[in-house]
């Protein structure tokens, strides 16, 4: 029997080693870029910020990462290989700054001359949709879709009349009115300062899009907003107001890049990703640092969650500025940060690492999607902050809080009994209430939080403690607002933050620039390596009592959902775009 057991491994061990040999040895074949090609990028679902960290996830293609399109445009610009440009949207699920970043660099794909188009092919296309095609010389549609471009709306859930009928009472103190994210358990409709904030951010994203497109296509802002607001369009509506250059099916593209190049032999397609694998990345030069701050802000190592997504660890992106800071080779760090905050803890961590790196060379934030509350917290010691327009920032404030589900748990049945060695033993239990004395204690912990947050921004931006709070309050803007009161330096995307940081460290404009990724974008084979040591050493559950997917082993207990769902709070708000199904 262990002989037969035996072999069996044996042979398995075998298939796995050749089939990674194969693996490999294609991934390493040196790809060649044939003449008069048609670079290919098809922009659907979600768009990450850095690159999953699974090894698995990665073999398969993994979610697209910015970076990696905008690597693409702007090669594909200057390759003599490349002829042409076509971007094949479908529905997008991702914030309006990554697409304002990918529209700016096919704007200045343009500039080279190369046709571009934006292929609207499925079914689906809204404004986000058409926002990014518009930034293509031409938007060609499939002849039987629609351009479904509208009006936008802003709506929320609130739960709170749910939460009433299951005899769930929410509890949260916030500082100040426009803290909200507590809202979706305690209100049942907007508050004043709630609409007020949805409302600035509403006009906000729908200014930007009209001004944007409009100018992208040669049209009249009025104009624009007008057809805007007489959506859905056919595509041969679509057609006759300009909004789209051609009607076609993917074989017409293919026919007009043929026609364009004269070359009438079968049409060199090279997708992005290997379009990326056969495009030299020189190391010579000045290099700086882009460290990657994504996600929920946790305490620990950063990992990515199945219900968390990927989550910032504390210890991770400090870690990371840590050894930019000590490395004499890396001249610069660019900061770049998606992320709705979360922990207190956590983020001071990384903001005193910022503002260590802040003391021995040039550091420069750059806002994706959100930087909002612990976002920005981090971001506050730079020397310049950088943001989209449209990114999601501010959210200077607190918010403590919880749920008792005692009502709930009479409604089911279900009884609790404890023993406690002081008052303050209760403080987060969800089988009462906040006593006085507790809410006292609240109140003291949330301005004292509130008054290191406000000091530590208006440290790090000049401002008076002041002139913060009637800023802060817990309000979120986006990017281009930020930029009018003091929030932001600058409006731009990490291309953007590259040139200040080159500036700040004097690195001449001609002078090649080495951009080095953390945390490291590892290999096919350490990513194998390092699944294997997991597998054979049982890291991949922590003497913690972490599981494997990165969720705590006490996830089981009410009360432990409870507290992590309000460590999340602030990430619920700021990702208020999303919530808010503003589209």
């Known amino acids: 029997m262990a002989m037969t057991w035996g072999k069996r491994r044996a042979i398995v061990i075998g298939l796995l080693i050749l089939f990674f040999v194969i693996v490999i040895w294609a991934a390493s074949k040196p790809a060649r870029i044939a003449s008069n090609s048609t670079l290919v990028i098809d922009a659907d679902g979600e768009i990450n910020e850095q690159r999953t960290p699974d090894f698995f996830a990665d073999i398969s293609g993994g979610v697209p990462v910015l970076h990696d399109y905008l690597d693409a445009i702007d090669s594909a610009a200057g390759d003599p290989h490349v002829r042409g440009l076509v971007v094949r949207i479908g529905p997008l699920a991702t914030g309006w700054a990554k697409l304002e970043e990918i529209r700016s660099h096919l704007m200045e794909f343009r500039k080279s001359g190369k046709p571009s188009i934006c292929y609207l092919g499925y079914d689906g296309i809204g404004n986000p949709e058409y926002y990014l095609a518009s930034a293509c010389k031409e938007v060609w549609l499939v002849p039987q879709s629609s351009v479904t471009i509208r009006g936008m709306m802003a709506q929320a859930l609130f739960m709170r009349g749910t939460l009433d009928k299951l005899k769930i009472v929410p509890e949260y103190y916030h500082i100040a009115e426009f803290k909200t994210a507590g809202n979706t358990f305690t209100e049942k409709k907007f508050t004043p300062a709630h609409r007020e904030e949805v409302e600035g951010l509403l006009s906000g994203f729908y200014d930007r899009y009209l001004t944007d497109a409009s100018e992208a296509r040669g049209m009249e802002r009025a104009k624009f907003e007008e ?166 920032t501010g959210s200077i404030g607190v918010i403590i809080g919880k749920f008792n589900i005692s009502g709930l748990y ?93 500036h700040l460290a004097h690195i001449p404009a001609g002078e090649s620039v080495h951009i080095v990724r953390m945390p490291e974008e590892k290999s096919f084979l350490q990513q194998l390596f390092e699944r294997e040591r997991e597998m054979t050493s049982g890291e991949a559950a922590s003497d913690a009592g972490a599981s494997v997917y990165g969720l705590p082993a006490d996830m089981k207990s009410v009360d432990a959902i409870v507290r992590r769902l309000i460590g999340r709070m602030d990430m619920v708000q700021a990702r208020i775009a999303y919530e808010l199904h503003i589209n």
């Not at 109140?443 to 008054?451: A, C, Q, V």
């Not at 921004?457 to 709070?469: L, S």
């Not at 009161?485 to 953007?496: A, N, S």
Request: proline share 3%.
């Open 227 to 392: 057809l805007v607001k007489q959506g859905p369009l056919s595509a041969k509506d679509a057609l006759n107001t300009k909004l789209a250059d051609k009607l076609a099916y993917w074989d017409q593209v293919q026919d007009y890049f043929r026609a364009h190049t004269g070359d009438w032999s079968p049409l060199p397609l090279v997708r992005y990703r290997a379009y990326l694998k056969a495009s030299f990345d020189g190391l010579g030069g000045d290099q700086i640092a882009v460290i990657h701050a994504t996600g929920l802000i946790l305490s620990g190592e950063s990992h990515e969650s199945p219900t968390q997504g990927f989550v910032m660890g504390g210890d991770t992106v400090a870690g990371d500025l840590r050894r930019a800071r000590k490395d004499s080779s890396i001249k610069a760090i660019v900061l770049r940060v998606d992320s709705g905050g979360g922990s207190v803890v956590a983020s001071e961590v990384i903001r005193r690492e910022v503002e260590l790196a802040h003391d021995a060379k040039p550091v420069v934030v750059s806002m994706s999607d959100v930087a909002a509350s612990g976002g920005y917290w981090i971001a506050a010691p730079a020397n310049k902050i950088v943001a989209d327009p449209d990114t999601i």
């Open 410 to 502: 009479n409604l089911l049945g279900l009884s609790t009994d404890s023993v406690t060695t002081s008052d303050n033993a209760t403080l987060f239990s969800f089988q009462q209430n906040f006593t006085p004395a507790q809410r006292a204690w609240i109140e003291k912990s949330l301005h004292e939080t509130y008054d290191q947050f406000t000091k530590g921004v208006a440290q790090g931006r000049g401002m008076t403690v002041e002139a913060v709070d009637k800023i802060g309050k817990g309000r979120v803007w986006t990017g281009a607002q930020a930029k009018r009161i003091g929030l932001v330096d600058e409006l731009g995307g990490e291309d953007t933050a590259i040139r200040v940081a080159r």
